[in-house]
């Protein structure tokens, strides 16, 4: 609730410049203690993910490197 909240002041906000959330934007809700915000679609206009890559690196709603050391073929 208070994410969408914000999310609705930036783009009120952002209006009276002539600027807007991009379409592309994603949101990705990081909680290493409960994992009851599968269920989160999407926050506003942003689609809620459980990762993506970044700058080459994959970040995950965990908190943890663990995904992205699997995929890079670490040990």
Same mark, same amino acid.
């Given at each position: 609730?208070?994410?969408?909240? &914000?999310?609705?002041? &930036?783009?009120? *906000?952002? !209006? !009276?410049?002539?600027?807007?959330?991009?379409?592309?934007?994603?949101?990705?809700?990081? *909680? +290493?203690?409960? *994992?009851?915000? +599968?269920? =989160?679609?999407? =926050?506003?206009?942003?689609?809620?993910?459980?990762?993506?890559?970044? &700058?080459? @690196? &994959? =970040? *995950?709603?965990?908190? @943890?490197?663990?995904?992205? =050391? +699997? +995929?890079?073929?670490?040990?």
């Amino acid at each position: 609730e208070g994410l969408v909240a &914000l999310l609705n002041i &930036l783009e009120q *906000d952002s !209006a !009276a410049y002539g600027l807007g959330i991009n379409y592309k934007t994603k949101v990705i809700i990081v *909680d +290493r203690e409960h *994992d009851n915000h +599968r269920e =989160i679609m999407s =926050i506003g206009s942003c689609a809620v993910v459980q990762s993506f890559v970044y &700058l080459g @690196s &994959l =970040i *995950d709603n965990s908190g @943890s490197c663990e995904n992205e =050391i +699997r +995929r890079r073929g670490w040990p």
